[in-house]
């Protein structure tokens, strides 16, 4: 089960290349379920994600890069870049995810819960601006589907 909360961002951390930083490239086969897949640096995965915006079901299955070239071809809308940051924050790391084009300026902090209790009392940092949690908009696999230079 993935419980996680998402926001926009007003302005970024200080120090941001001090955090370690993945670069992540995914893309969408499906989206009702979601099925995407995508590569981390040198590591690549097939993803079903069930329904919901705070919590839902998350499967991770393991590809290699022939495999995940295969179905990239197969992929429908978009695909998405985006560097990641991960940067400490208490008990909880914040997943910093800056897009690419055609998505960028867009900036999205996202931070996952061991519960539904914990997710509810998060108090964010400063920096944080809108919990944008219950829009789908914000949704990577919605995002895939955008087109370009629009919402």
């Not at 379920?33 to 040198?42: F, G, K, T």
């Not at 993803?47 to 299955?61: F, P």
């Not at 995940?68 to 910093?96: M, Q, V």
């Amino acid at each position: 089960m993935e419980i996680e909360r998402k926001f926009t961002v007003k302005k970024l951390p200080e120090n941001l290349n001090g955090f370690p930083c993945r670069c992540i490239e995914q893309a969408y086969l499906n989206v009702d379920p979601v099925i995407r897949i995508r590569r981390q640096d040198d590591t690549y995965f097939l993803t079903y994600k069930g329904s919901g915006l705070l919590a839902r079901e998350e499967y991770n299955l393991p590809l290699n890069a022939a495999a995940y070239a295969h179905l990239l071809s197969k992929a429908d809308g978009n695909i998405i870049s985006k560097k990641r940051f991960l940067i400490p924050f208490g008990p909880y790391t914040i997943e910093l995810d800056i897009f690419d084009a055609p998505f960028a300026p867009l900036i999205i902090a996202e931070v996952e819960f061991p519960n539904l209790e914990e997710a509810d009392a998060f108090v964010p940092p400063a920096w944080f601006d809108r919990d944008v949690t219950q829009d789908p908009a914000y949704h990577n696999s919605n995002l895939s589907r955008r087109k370009c230079g629009g919402k």
